[in-house]
């Protein structure tokens, strides 16, 4: 395993990690969670990635149990805030008086003392910037979190927080998570690429296999209980049409050309950027985390021809 710098931090992070969402606390058991941790920890995955809305908060419990043995030294931890997690007008946002409540929430649920990286998970239009900043700097400056950042945010909001955070002698944000795969690039690469470089925010990437479409087992329709096949999963149906899913067998047969799976290749395409810290991956069994692992040994296949041609390949996907 390869570790990153988080941006411009002195936090070392695992070049992929292991994520929660839709999959710890509801759609696999939490054994097989359990299982899961320990397979990515000994093979040196060091960041593992939950938010206090996954499962309803079972994630985040979940994770703490599986993690619960381990030298804390050893983990980057991280959660989120935003989304609500109770009732009322209060019970979401950015509001200091619900990042307060969360946080606690989390800390409890996960059963640790700080959390390493704390994201707000969405930018929130009724609550102003300053005020989260200053929400985030007390976390910072209490010992319950490390590091503060944001999630899906624009570049713009992200770059405003930075430079309030500069002004008025605050803690900035130190990463972004955004979504970014071969299907959904334009933010990363067009907007917060130029962020990175000039204020040393962070990329923590994730769902870079598309909703598991780029590992290409809808290539040839919808499995019997995957995803796609459930019935609050339709979201996922409608990015299966005939373009992309064309796209993604192109993209299956280049992979198989150079010895590696479609997942394996969709990954070391994000991997090959070196503004991104991390990769957050997904799985539901211990052979997927095996295969994401693994895509770290193929980076160095995707040579400029290689590139040219998954270029070609996705045409204009700039999402």
Not at 12 to 35: A, C, H, N, P, R
Not at 38 to 51: E, L, P, R, S, T
Request: glycine fraction near 8%.
């Amino acid at each position: 395993m390869h570790y990153r710098r988080l941006g411009h931090t002195g936090l070392k992070v695992s070049e992929i990690s292991l994520g929660s969402w839709v999959t710890f606390g509801s759609q696999i058991s939490e054994e097989t969670s359990i299982d899961l941790v320990q397979a990515a920890y000994d093979q040196g995955v060091n960041f593992f990635d939950c938010a206090d809305v996954y499962a309803n908060g079972q994630a985040e419990i979940v994770l703490g149990r599986a993690i619960r043995d381990y030298p804390r030294e050893d983990l980057v931890i991280s959660s989120k805030v935003f989304y609500p997690t109770s009732s009322g007008p209060n019970g979401r946002g950015l509001s200091r008086k619900h990042i307060r409540e969360s946080i606690d929430g989390s800390l409890k649920r996960l059963n640790l003392d700080y959390i390493d990286l704390y994201y707000c998970h969405r930018f929130d239009p009724d609550t102003p910037i300053e005020e989260v900043i200053r929400s985030m700097d007390d976390l910072v400056k209490s010992g319950k979190v490390l590091y503060w950042g944001t999630s899906e945010w624009e570049a713009g909001q992200a770059a405003q927080a930075y430079g309030l955070a500069r002004q008025y002698w605050l803690i900035p944000p130190s990463m972004e998570q955004p979504q970014y795969n071969l299907f959904h690039r334009r933010r990363v690469e067009w907007e917060l690429a130029p962020l990175c470089k000039d204020f040393g925010i962070g990329l923590t990437t994730y769902s870079p296999l598309f909703f598991g479409i780029l590992t290409g087992k809808y290539n040839d329709g919808i499995p019997d209980g995957s995803r796609a096949s459930l019935e609050d999963m339709g979201w996922i149906r409608d990015h299966l049409s005939k373009q992309n899913i064309s796209r993604v067998r192109q993209i299956t047969e280049l992979a198989e050309e150079l010895g590696m799976t479609t997942a394996q290749l969709s990954i070391a395409w994000i991997l090959r950027r070196k503004d991104v810290s991390s990769v957050i991956t997904g799985a539901s069994h211990l052979e997927q985390l095996d295969e994401n692992l693994g895509s770290a040994e193929m980076v160095e296949l995707l040579t400029d021809d290689v590139l040219e041609r998954i270029e070609e390949i996705m045409g204009d996907t700039f999402e």
